[in-house]
């Protein structure tokens, strides 16, 4: 007993001041939200867009659902027309809104002041794994450790989707989890809200285009909030959900 | 030894080489190797150019350190080795379901991934049954209570004991194996290092020195030592969240906090290297693609100091704790015979007393140079795969912070020469589950013909399984997480 007052004395406090204080540091190599500066694009030059795995940049736009955070194109750059800088704040609430075109960026906007009454101080949420690596899921966990402790916004992730407010969906939707992703859905009681967290269900990730994946969930849900990365950083999951709470921004 | 090809790990030789016998020669052979202390790494089908579907068995010959490579001519059955040698049941299960080649007498011809393009639906299956009065079924997932992956579990109990589980998987499954087939190109390593996503390292491992041995291109000495930091990362972040999901699972919150933290450090420790928490974008075929300095080996080292000793503080807690350790000890237990006959491998193995460990018996990279002392326990229980984790943690720290201070120099990355045509490669690592096996074989224009992944989940699920027969049901969680299996890197 005195040992494992002693062991809770000595590993101290160590939840983070965020989002009252300052963010939690994120390591120097981090590759957060690129730019894009098209105007530097040499004409003819296939750089980019040809060392790009999954197809996200085209036509001077970079889509941030597909980006895998890879940093390739950056690296085949020549004119520095495409650099990831350390944002780590990249949730929006349209698809559309993910298409990154110069510097600008158009972040999450907060729910609807009806939803906002409803879910704002206590949002629970099933979650929901078709067909992904485990990375998501990974650093969605870990929002429920100490350091970050979820729980203090009211967020908490239950066991059954009758106590849900809304799903986090994490995959391309396998064709092998679609009737489960959609009976889950279906069990959640209305108003109900969908977060589509990695680029696996935004667009189908590193799978996008095979046959026994469905590209994303946007085909079958109505998506609230798309959290882009490969896997999103914890702290840009975060900052998406308190976002969409209307706790920040 | 087989009558195979020998291959040491990471090693290419010409297709023609791979002895390709009749089937009943074949049979013979495997299970001479078997019986003899070989594992079967591999056992797959593969569509020959001049039609019908070989096999090709990967068998690992711990004691000589060295793989066995050996084919099947092709035929519509053959006889199941299956009842003879059983840890290959699922692989048996795969090449049926994959190609329709019929394993005469497998006890359990059941599907294993349920591929969309076939008729069955996921999960839809006949189970195995226990049948009388006071039996009943409990049939759980595919979607969990947790923040976790899919899959489906089926308990037959008589009251609260566990007399069978059948474990039926495949939601995950999302065309990795045949995406990969015509490459190598920009998006495979990608999903190489997507195989499980918390085993980035050790699946890009593998696939980048299968490439490697194809392309006759070895990556220099420093990228082997970057790699094998980032490996031993890998594996202290997934035993340091185990031990605390352990802690968890028995009610034991000071142990579950404390190690649910300190797996975000080590995971920020490999972020320091590479940018990502996984791990990912560092390997690439040829060599890493971030180097350190001496600046940020001294301070990755330094945290890792600190680390060490905050896991310490938190771990040994549970040693200490009466009410851990009688949760711990004797549940889940699997015997050092049943682990052997169904070819388990990692910590799972260790624990029943299995002194196996790729780093040590078929070395790759740095291991081929530096050595890491193996851990293994004696119990076969929750406890033993428990401490074989936590020793593994301290030892892992110890190599990687031993290699963080003396890093050899020279270049990082070697140009990966187009892939010999109509080669085969066998390329293993030690992930923290434990063995990662990759087989690549080119065509005649040096593509990726065929692409076999092993995780080890694959071996290890059917541990799993057995380990919770005559136990509580209620005891499954904390069973399921001594072994802490892949679905996704099983799935595929």
Same mark, same amino acid.
């Given at each position: 007993m005195l040992k494992v007052l002693w062991t809770r004395f000595k590993q101290g406090h160590?939840?983070?001041?965020? =989002?009252?204080?300052?963010?939690?540091?994120?390591?120097?190599?981090?590759?957060?939200?690129?730019?894009?500066?098209?105007?530097? $694009?040499?004409?003819? $030059? =296939? %750089? &980019?867009?040809?060392?790009? =795995?999954?197809?996200?940049?085209?036509?001077?736009?970079?889509?941030?659902?597909?980006?895998?955070?890879?940093?390739? &194109?950056?690296?085949? &750059?020549?004119?520095?027309?495409?650099?990831?800088?350390?944002?780590?704040?990249?949730?929006?609430?349209?698809?559309?809104?993910?298409?990154?075109?110069?510097?600008?960026?158009?972040?999450?906007?907060?729910?609807?002041?009806?939803?906002?009454?409803?879910?704002?101080?206590?949002?629970?949420?099933?979650?929901?794994?078709?067909?992904? &690596?485990?990375? $998501?899921?990974?650093?969605?966990n870990v929002l429920g450790t100490i350091g970050w402790d979820l729980g203090r916004f009211g967020v908490q992730f239950v066991a059954s989707p009758r106590h849900a407010d809304g799903l986090l969906v994490t995959g391309p939707v396998s064709e092998n989890m679609r009737e489960a992703l959609l009976k889950t859905w279906e069990a959640v009681p209305s108003p109900k809200l969908v977060i589509a967290v990695g680029s696996c269900a935004i667009a189908g990730g590193p799978y996008r285009g095979h046959p026994e994946v469905h590209d994303g969930c946007g085909k079958f849900l109505p998506v609230d909030l798309f959290i882009p990365g490969c896997p999103p950083h914890p702290l840009t999951t975060l900052d998406g959900i308190l976002r969409l709470l209307g706790r920040i921004g | 030894m087989a009558q195979g090809l020998v291959l040491r790990n990471g090693q290419a030789a010409p297709l023609s080489r791979v002895p390709i016998l009749a089937a009943a020669e074949f049979r013979h052979a495997v299970l001479g190797a078997v019986g003899a202390g070989s594992r079967l790494s591999a056992f797959f089908g593969r569509?020959?150019?001049?039609?019908?579907?070989?096999?090709?068995?990967?068998?690992?010959?711990?004691?000589?350190?060295?793989?066995?490579?050996? %084919?099947?001519?092709?035929?519509?059955?053959?006889?199941?080795?299956?009842?003879?040698?059983?840890?290959?049941?699922?692989?048996?299960?795969?090449?049926?379901?994959?190609?329709?080649?019929? =394993?005469?007498?497998?006890p359990w011809l059941k599907p294993v991934r349920f591929p969309p393009r076939q008729a069955a639906t996921c999960g839809t299956m006949d189970f195995y049954r226990v049948e009388g009065e006071e039996v009943h079924e409990v049939a759980v997932g595919p979607v969990h209570a947790g923040v976790i992956e899919p899959g489906h579990f089926r308990f037959q109990c008589a009251g609260e004991v566990v007399k069978h589980l059948e474990i039926s998987l495949g939601y995950q499954h999302r065309g990795v194996e045949r995406a990969l087939l015509g490459g190598p190109d920009r998006r495979s390593v990608h999903l190489a290092e997507t195989l499980a996503g918390d085993t980035t390292v050790g699946h890009g491992w593998a696939f980048c020195q299968a490439m490697e041995a194809l392309g006759k291109a070895e990556a220099p000495p420093r990228a082997l030592a970057l790699r094998a930091v980032a490996l031993e990362l890998e594996r202290i972040a997934n035993h340091i969240g185990d031990l605390g999901a352990l802690a968890g699972d028995v009610g034991f919150l000071p142990t579950q906090s404390y190690c649910g933290r300190l797996r975000g450090d080590a995971l920020n420790i490999t972020a320091m290297l590479c940018g990502s928490r996984f791990g990912r974008n560092l390997l690439r075929p040829g060599g890493v693609a971030h180097d350190l300095d001496a600046k940020l080996a001294a301070e990755m080292s330094a945290r890792l100091g600190t680390f060490g000793q905050e896991a310490a503080s938190a771990v040994n807690l549970l040693w200490d704790s009466a009410s851990v350790t009688g949760r711990f000890e004797e549940t889940g237990l699997v015997s050092l015979e049943d682990c052997r006959k169904l070819g388990l491998v990692g910590p799972a193995a260790r624990a029943c007393g299995l002194s196996l460990d790729v780093r040590r018996d078929l070395p790759f990279g740095l291991y081929r140079y530096a050595m890491i002392p193996v851990s293994s326990w004696h119990t076969g229980d929750v406890f033993g795969r428990a401490q074989v984790r936590w020793l593994e943690v301290q030892r892992s720290l110890q190599f990687a912070r031993e290699l963080l201070g003396s890093l050899p120099n020279g270049p990082l990355r070697r140009e990966v020469p187009d892939l010999r045509a109509e080669h085969v490669a066998v390329s293993l690592t030690e992930g923290w589950r434990g063995e990662v096996c990759h087989v690549a074989v080119t065509d005649a224009a040096g593509r990726l013909g065929d692409y076999k992944v092993v995780d080890p989940s694959f071996h290890n699920w059917f541990g799993l399984a057995l380990a919770l027969r005559g136990q509580q049901i209620s005891d499954f969680p904390l069973c399921n997480k001594s072994f802490d299996l892949s679905y996704c890197g099983f799935d595929l």
């Open positions: 160590r939840t983070m001041e965020y =989002p009252a204080g300052p963010a939690p540091e994120l390591p120097a190599r981090f590759l957060g939200r690129p730019k894009l500066d098209a105007a530097r $694009c040499k004409e003819g $030059c =296939p %750089g &980019c867009s040809s060392v790009c =795995p999954t197809g996200a940049l085209s036509g001077g736009k970079l889509d941030l659902g597909q980006c895998l955070f890879c940093g390739a &194109c950056a690296a085949a &750059c020549p004119e520095k027309a495409v650099e990831f800088t350390r944002e780590y704040r990249m949730a929006a609430r349209r698809r559309e809104d993910l298409a990154v075109q110069g510097d600008g960026y158009r972040l999450a906007e907060a729910l609807e002041a009806k939803s906002r009454q409803l879910f704002g101080r206590s949002l629970k949420l099933r979650q929901v794994s078709a067909g992904g &690596c485990n990375a $998501c899921e990974a650093d969605v | 569509r020959l150019a001049g039609g019908g579907v070989g096999l090709l068995a990967v068998l690992a010959d711990d004691a000589e350190g060295v793989l066995s490579v050996l %084919g099947a001519q092709p035929a519509e059955s053959y006889h199941a080795l299956t009842p003879d040698c059983p840890q290959a049941h699922l692989f048996e299960r795969e090449i049926f379901e994959q190609y329709g080649v019929s =394993p005469q007498g497998h």
